[in-house]
C-alpha cells in the first residue's frame, strides 16, 4: 500500500495526521479515545482528530495532496 501524508498538526510522527493510500481510501492517526462508552467490533479501532484538522484538509483540497 501506497501511503501520502495529506495534513498533519506537526512535522513529527506523532501527531494527528491524515493519509491518502493508492486505495482511494484515507488513514487517521490520533489518539485512542477509551471513555467513548461505544461497542467497537474487534476488528475495527476509533481514533480522535482534532476538526481543526479535518478543516485543514478540505481548504487544502483533497485530491490536490
Known sequence: ???TKLVS????????????TDRD???VQGETPTDHGLEI????TLVEIPMQLVFDLIRKGLRDA
Open 1 to 3: 500500500m501506497k501511503v
Open 9 to 20: 498538526t506537526c512535522d513529527i510522527k506523532d501527531c494527528p495526521t491524515i493519509y491518502a
Open 25 to 27: 481510501t484515507l488513514l
Open 41 to 44: 467490533p474487534a476488528h475495527e
